[in-house]
């Protein structure tokens, strides 16, 4: 069921797009890089259910969070351990979600503003956008950075806000996840969370719009 908590029509001329979960079904490149870790670092493997929660949120967040054996001590070390794996490995096991092409073109049709905002590092972000061909789609890619100065959502899309001079007041971004919704709310921009990637429904109780497929982002935005 699609969701409008507005009732009615709003104009959107900026489009962010979360990348994990949204654009990309990610799951066994980022989940074999996890389990690379942990067995790397002889700790307690994860289930399932926890394995899809790294998806979307800062790695050191949910590193912290979720593995016991992990915390501010060693978890630069894990996260090295995560990128030297995934970037020769598991950046490339993902597959685009059903619709997506179809969507962005007919969203640069109507000459959309298009960005990707993603707490992935912008040089992987790049990668699989390239990897897929579906990089000319947007005007900028934005995402975390190596060197720690952007390290969650709210750093890239406050970033993109300012970096491309976009109005809050006509940009929307699209999720998966709750960050993506709390980082949307504090830089007043509209979210709208889409159900088909990896958030639970509890993470879009703030969402301005809910989709149950690709081309529902489109009867909002179109």
Same mark, same amino acid.
């Given at each position: 069921?699609?969701?409008?908590?507005?009732?009615?029509?709003?104009?959107?001329?900026?489009?962010?797009?979360?990348? $994990? #979960?949204?654009?990309?079904?990610?799951?066994?490149?980022?989940?074999?890089? @996890?389990?690379?870790?942990?067995?790397?670092?002889?700790?307690?493997?994860?289930? *399932? $259910?926890?394995?899809?929660?790294?998806?979307?949120?800062?790695?050191?967040?949910?590193?912290?969070?979720?593995?016991?054996?992990?915390?501010?001590?060693?978890?630069?070390? /894990?996260? +090295?351990?995560?990128?030297?794996?995934? =970037?020769?490995?598991?950046?490339?096991?993902?597959?685009?979600?059903? *619709?997506? %092409?179809?969507?962005?073109?007919?969203?640069?049709?109507? =000459?959309?503003?298009?960005?990707? &905002?993603?707490?992935?590092?912008?040089?992987? /972000?790049?990668? %699989?956008?390239?990897?897929?061909?579906?990089?000319?789609?947007?005007?900028? %890619?934005? #995402?975390?950075?190596? +060197? #720690?100065?952007?390290? *969650?959502?709210?750093?890239?899309?406050?970033? /993109?806000?300012?970096?491309?001079?976009?109005?809050?007041?006509?940009?929307?971004?699209?999720? *998966?996840?709750?960050?993506?919704?709390? /980082?949307?709310?504090?830089?007043?921009?509209?979210?709208?969370?889409?159900?088909?990637?990896?958030?639970?429904?509890?993470?879009?109780?703030?969402?301005?719009?809910? &989709?149950?497929?690709?081309?529902?982002?489109?009867?909002? @935005? @179109?």
């Amino acid at each position: 069921m699609l969701v409008n908590r507005y009732n009615s029509k709003k104009s959107y001329h900026n489009i962010l797009f979360d990348l $994990d #979960g949204t654009i990309v079904d990610s799951y066994k490149g980022i989940t074999d890089s @996890i389990k690379h870790v942990t067995k790397t670092l002889n700790i307690e493997d994860l289930s *399932d $259910d926890i394995l899809k929660k790294f998806i979307g949120p800062p790695l050191e967040k949910s590193f912290i969070k979720y593995c016991n054996d992990i915390d501010k001590n060693n978890i630069e070390n /894990a996260i +090295n351990i995560y990128r030297d794996y995934y =970037k020769e490995t598991g950046i490339f096991d993902c597959i685009i979600y059903p *619709d997506i %092409i179809e969507c962005l073109n007919i969203l640069k049709n109507n =000459k959309k503003n298009i960005y990707l &905002a993603t707490a992935k590092p912008k040089p992987f /972000a790049k990668i %699989i956008l390239s990897y897929l061909h579906i990089d000319n789609f947007f005007n900028e %890619i934005y #995402g975390v950075d190596f +060197n #720690g100065s952007l390290k *969650d959502k709210y750093d890239v899309m406050s970033h /993109a806000i300012k970096d491309s001079n976009l109005d809050t007041n006509s940009s929307i971004m699209i999720g *998966d996840r709750e960050d993506d919704a709390i /980082a949307s709310k504090k830089l007043s921009v509209d979210i709208l969370s889409v159900r088909y990637g990896y958030g639970e429904e509890s993470e879009f109780s703030s969402s301005n719009y809910v &989709a149950d497929n690709v081309l529902d982002i489109l009867d909002i @935005i @179109i």
